[in-house]
């Protein structure tokens, strides 16, 4: 069975920095995309970033590119993003999902079908 647990969401300054976390089990590690969404009040889930299966490639919309960064680490089955350079903007619940077989061409919530509980994370002065 699947599991995502996200953490490390929070209130930061805009300008600042938080890194995530998404604690996984059940996930073969080189046979799942993992990816990073985020929805903000009022708007649809969208795509941040995503690793794809077996060759570990990470893809990134447009809007976080240069400031957040995604990583993953097999031993502790985690999987992480670096958010730096936060804006308004950025004020999301932030979730990651997983689904067996992805390649993150490109990473629409549609295809993926386990989900994490997300992490809120909020910018502002």
């Known amino acids: 069975q699947v599991q995502l647990v996200e953490s490390g969401g929070g209130v930061v300054q805009p300008g600042g920095s938080l890194r995530l976390s998404c604690a996984t089990s059940?996930?073969?590690?080189?046979?799942?995309?993992i990816g990073w969404f985020r929805q903000a009040p009022g708007k649809e889930r969208e795509g941040v970033s995503c690793?794809?299966?077996?060759?570990?490639?990470?893809n990134y919309k447009d809007f976080v590119k240069g400031r957040f960064t995604m990583s993953k680490d097999r031993f502790k089955d985690t999987v992480y993003l670096q958010m730096n350079e936060l804006e308004t903007e950025d004020t999301a619940t932030y979730y990651c999902?997983?689904?067996?077989?992805?390649?993150?061409?490109?990473?629409?919530?549609?295809?993926?079908?386990?989900w994490g509980q997300g992490t809120h994370v909020t910018v502002s002065s």
């Open positions: 999902a997983a689904e067996l077989g992805y390649y993150c061409s490109d990473f629409i919530p549609e295809y993926f079908g386990a």
């Open positions: 059940g996930v073969a590690s080189n046979h799942y995309a």
């Open positions: 690793i794809s299966p077996y060759d570990g490639e990470i």
